[in-house]
């Protein structure tokens, strides 16, 4: 007399023949009188079946070969806990017995989300044993997830982190029209995550200045689409970088980490210090302006200049400006909508979603972070390039506090005509980055 594990192992090298004919690894395996009478794995896209799990497939060919639909008597062996639909197949076939491996959280049917076995209405019932084989069907079938995913990174060129989430690169393509979009992951601080940098329009000749544009905490490279499409000599581009956690890169599902400066200064370092240029000007938003100090200071390529729009301290203990779990639906609505000034174009662009509830490329709305800033070394004097300060008409608290804590001797301060926060089209500030870049060209 064959042991259950025998049958089972038979369930399993099923299981294998489904994967190498491209389906998800399943295995079933019907006996009667402790011999084989069918077997059966996934068919579901090789027969573009839903119906055609292992289990189905198993029970169709016991009844062809018995001649007969009820199946009293036999026992069922599967590598996976069956799905309502198998389950009921089963208890339709009068099967006797059921002899599962691995548990299904998503879709199993014999006690991790139904269980259909244990219903007293039901007319038949069929003795279930769960967990024979476990652990060898279950690390099987992990890895077959894990190689699917190998699979698809590989073709599609880039890794994807497991924590990683994304948004919807298209939606975002579509607002910057006038920018070529470029994904990094090859960083080593990025540790697999992915990072989006929008850039200039190329040229034929191989740029050696660089305008590298920084965002804040509550935005994303949306707000730089009027700079990207400015007309600059040939050899210079422009770089807009999506830091992690906004606009296109990758965010992980927990998000606090991305946004530690020590990080942001890392990686940045890390792409800059690996490309040519002679000369970098960095342009920088809110929040930002903190990180392109570090930045400036850190990096050993020569930092022309900074134009700071709107700086601000990036701590919570100076600006608070991470907290959006506190605001209620109606005051986030206000938010939005003083921030993009009622344009709705705007406001989609700080509300594309991530997969997960209550993040968006603009802001990371539900997360309460606090930037460790202890971590930093001081800003040496000799390392702060040559900054020009433009600061909004209800900016100035924030400024205050940014000047007193950097202790930065501006070269000029300027109020914006406009709403610079969004970085709507404002000569006056461009006009400024291109003067200060040919003054070090």
């Not at 006038?178 to 992915?194: E, F, H, I, M, Y």
């Not at 700080?350 to 606090?370: E, F, I, K, Q, V």
């Not at 800033?373 to 600061?391: C, F, T």
Request: with cysteine.
């Amino acid at each position: 007399m064959q042991s259950h594990e025998y049958f089972m192992r038979l369930a399993l090298e099923q299981a294998q023949v489904g994967e190498t004919l491209g389906e998800v690894p399943v295995g079933a395996v019907l006996t009667l009188n402790d011999q084989v009478i069918a077997v059966g794995h996934n068919q579901t896209i090789s027969q573009c079946d839903p119906t055609a799990h292992a289990e189905i497939v198993a029970i169709r060919a016991a009844a062809q070969t018995l001649g007969n639909y009820r199946l009293s008597q036999c026992t069922m062996y599967v590598t996976l806990e069956p799905c309502a639909m198998c389950m009921g197949a089963i208890l339709h076939g009068r099967i006797a017995k059921l002899y599962f491996a691995a548990s299904d959280p998503k879709t199993g049917a014999c006690g991790s989300v139904l269980d259909i076995p244990a219903e007293p209405q039901i007319n038949h019932h069929c003795e279930v044993h769960g967990g024979l084989m476990q652990t060898q069907c279950a690390e099987y079938l992990a890895g077959y997830f894990q190689r699917l995913r190998s699979k698809k990174q590989l073709s599609s060129g880039m890794h994807l982190r497991e924590d990683a989430l994304r948004v919807d690169l298209a939606s975002l393509v579509a607002l910057m029209p006038k920018s070529q979009p470029t994904v990094v992951n090859d960083l080593p601080a990025l540790q697999g995550l992915r990072m989006q940098i929008w850039g200039s329009p190329q040229s034929s000749v191989p740029p050696k200045h660089l305008i590298l544009c920084l965002h804040g905490a509550t935005s994303w490279s949306y707000i730089y689409r009027d700079l990207l499409s400015a007309d600059i000599p040939p050899d210079w581009c422009i770089w807009a970088v999506d830091l992690p956690g906004h606009g296109g890169s990758d965010k992980t599902k927990r998000g606090g980490e991305l946004l530690d400066l020590t990080f942001q200064v890392k990686v940045l370092k890390e792409l800059l210090e690996r490309s040519d240029f002679s000369c970098i000007h960095i342009v920088a938003q809110d929040t930002g302006c903190e990180l392109a100090l570090h930045l400036a200071a850190a990096t050993r390529l020569d930092v022309s200049g900074l134009t700071l729009l709107n700086p601000a301290c990036a701590d919570v203990s100076v600006r608070g400006s991470y907290a959006y779990s506190i605001l209620s639906r109606r005051q986030f609505a206000e938010f939005l909508n003083d921030l993009s000034d009622g344009d709705v174009e705007t406001t989609q662009a700080l509300c594309t979603p991530y997969p997960d509830a209550g993040h968006m490329t603009g802001m990371l709305s539900r997360l309460n972070a606090t930037v460790d800033l202890g971590k930093l070394p001081p800003l040496p004097a000799a390392k702060i390039p040559d900054a020009v300060a433009y600061v909004g008409p209800k900016q100035g608290q924030n400024f205050r506090l940014f000047q007193d804590r950097f202790k930065i001797t501006f070269q000029e301060s300027a109020m914006a005509d406009t709403s610079i926060f969004l970085g709507l089209k404002n000569p006056l500030i461009w006009d400024g980055v291109f003067r200060q870049l040919r003054a070090h060209g």
